[in-house]
């Protein structure tokens, strides 16, 4: 279910301004947005009743001193979270391209070319891997020869 922000289903400021509106701004706010949004008032919009009830239900959330608390708690997690996001977005990964092309300049006859990051851990994934199932295969042919001494 996508996350509705209640406070701009009524035309209100979101973020952490939203949590210092008062009552009387989010009732001034419905009405507004009521005389705006009402079904009478959109005869030939097919969505007029849904977004009518849908600022309806925004409105209760908010006039409830409960609901609205839950909400402003929900809607700061979802603010924390989405700098979070911000700010692993800001850090830029290597520039692979770059890398390779001054592989190739620096030397024509070396065909092998730099990898990085994701490139890099998948090879040594590859090599992990590849190293268990070797093992593996030592340990069942060690087994394969126990079972043989213990039945002989």
């Not at 700010?87 to 300049?105: G, L, Q, Y």
Request: glycine share 2%; hydrophobic share 35%; net charge negative.
């Amino acid at each position: 279910m996508a996350f509705i922000d209640h406070y701009l289903v009524l035309g209100l400021q979101s973020g952490k301004e939203s949590f210092s509106i008062s009552i009387t701004q989010i009732n001034k706010a419905y009405r507004s947005k009521a005389l705006e949004l009402h079904p009478d008032k959109r005869p030939n919009d097919p969505d007029a009743v849904a977004l009518f009830q849908s600022l309806q239900a925004s409105y209760e959330i908010l006039k409830n001193e409960n609901t609205r608390k839950a909400f402003d708690f929900d809607l700061m997690h979802r603010m924390q979270q989405q700098k979070v996001v911000d700010e692993e977005e800001k850090v830029e990964p290597p520039d692979c391209d770059n890398n390779i092309k001054r592989d190739r300049s620096r030397d024509h006859d070396h065909h092998e070319e730099r990898k990085c990051g994701w490139s890099m851990m998948f090879d040594a994934e590859e090599s992990i891997v590849k190293m268990m199932d070797d093992y593996l295969d030592y340990l069942n042919a060690r087994m394969g020869v126990l079972q043989e001494r213990n039945c002989a």
